[in-house]
């Protein structure tokens, strides 16, 4: 009757922690990244499992005969956390303009691996309310500090790319991006095979601006051809 018990409730431990698996999952899964719903499912059980195993080994296998060994019951835990890292790595990418992407969903893998542990342990509605806030950090947290919160996370940064005829009128083109309310944060100019310069810039601009206008905008300016740009 206990053997029935514990597998039962080792059966709950994996559902729950594959059900807030899920939710990790699909909201990764939504916003097309590169970790979705079948890693996320696949961490956050495993992890769990390790957990249940490390737990129950601990008291199952106390000692033999006279010798007494004691186990911590949460080694393979702490395994884990260090060990998910590589995971974490695998999606952390360094674009060519030198922009890091990809931090969240490796945060995201760790707190998958976390909540497994927390559901193994069974810490259930410890694990549930960290699920809730980490979709809630996630989701509707940048929407309300764009809202309510400082200029800096009302903004958002673009690449632009474009070429100047006349190397002259450099300085000219920037005075008028940054009078269309465009913030310069990072520069790069070089000279190209056609003779013309090629201007690289990362700007920040209002969220609610659209990608489009600002195309739009900074096409129209004098000396500018071959304009692109891009949302980071």
């Known amino acids: ?3 029935t018990f514990l597998e039962t409730e080792t059966l709950i431990r994996l559902g729950i922690s ?16 590169p970790v979705g719903l079948k890693t996320s499912l696949v961490i956050s ?6 957990t249940i195993v490390s737990i129950e080994s601990a008291y199952k296998f106390p000692g033999v005969d006279d010798v007494n060994i004691t186990m911590d019951p949460l080694r393979l835990a702490a395994q884990i956390v260090s060990g ?39 810490f259930y509605f410890e694990a549930m309310a960290g699920v809730a806030l980490l979709i ?11 809202l309510i919160g400082p200029r800096q ?29 465009m913030s310069i944060k990072k520069l790069r100019i070089k ?6 310069q090629l201007v690289q810039l990362i700007i920040t601009v209002n969220h609610r601006k659209q990608t489009t206008d600002i195309y739009e905008t900074v096409s129209s300016m004098t000396e500018i ?8």
Do not use: Y
């Open 18 to 33: 594959a059900f807030l698996g899920l939710i990790i999952g699909l909201e990764r899964e939504i916003k097309r990244k």
């Open 136 to 146: 809630l950090s996630v989701e509707f947290m940048p929407f309300l500090m764009s």
């Open 84 to 122: 998910i890292g590589f995971l974490g790595a695998g999606v952390i990418l360094r674009r060519g303009n030198d922009t890091i992407s990809g931090l969240t969903t490796a945060a995201m893998i760790w707190g998958a691996a976390g909540i497994g542990i927390a559901v193994g342990a069974g």
């Open 225 to 232: 051809e071959r304009v692109k740009i891009e949302e980071l």
């Open 45 to 50: 059980i495993v992890s769990c499992l390790l």
């Open 191 to 196: 000279d190209n095979e056609e003779g013309h």
């Open 1 to 3: 009757m206990m053997t």
């Open 153 to 181: 996370l009302r903004e958002k940064e673009l690449t632009l790319e474009f070429q100047v005829k006349n190397k002259k009128r450099i300085a000219d083109v920037l005075i008028e991006i940054k009078r269309e309310k």
